[in-house]
């Protein structure tokens, strides 16, 4: 059932969650956040191999706030040439919000640490 009442459906509305899944499924907006929590602080890293280098391979990653986005991982190899995408996000339900930290790859016997943040 679909709410018929505008002023009850404006206030449920939010980006997240409209006003009409809330009433038809009858759950409270807390209850619905429980299930699906939108994230706002992210950090894509993009790590760019040049084509004329070595293998850059995992060492270690270390996070001040945030985590790895669900299904992301760090590649563990990086051949040349290769291009690599990582989404990284603030934790769940986190009091301080954002996502910052590092990660170390080494090539040529050099440790090269690639550092992000947001905010």
């Known amino acids: 059932m679909l709410c018929d009442d505008p002023k009850h459906a404006r206030r449920l509305n939010t980006q997240a969650l409209s006003s009409s899944i809330l009433c038809e499924s009858r759950l409270s907006l807390l209850d ?3 299930y699906k929590m939108v994230k706002s602080h992210n ?16 060492v270690t ?49 050099t440790d090269i640490t690639i550092a992000f943040s947001n905010p």
């Not at 950090?43 to 070595?54: D, F, L």
């Not at 706030?65 to 934790?91: C, M």
């Open 43 to 58: 950090c894509v890293v993009k790590i760019s191999n040049g084509p004329n280098s070595g293998d850059m391979t995992y």
């Open 61 to 109: 990653d270390w996070y001040k706030h945030g985590r790895l986005a669900d299904g992301f991982e760090w590649p563990t190899t990086i051949k040349p040439g290769q291009e690599s995408k990582v989404l990284n996000y603030e934790r769940d339900w986190a009091t301080f919000v954002g996502c910052s930290g590092y990660v170390t790859y080494r090539m040529l016997d």
């Open 32 to 34: 619905y956040l429980r």
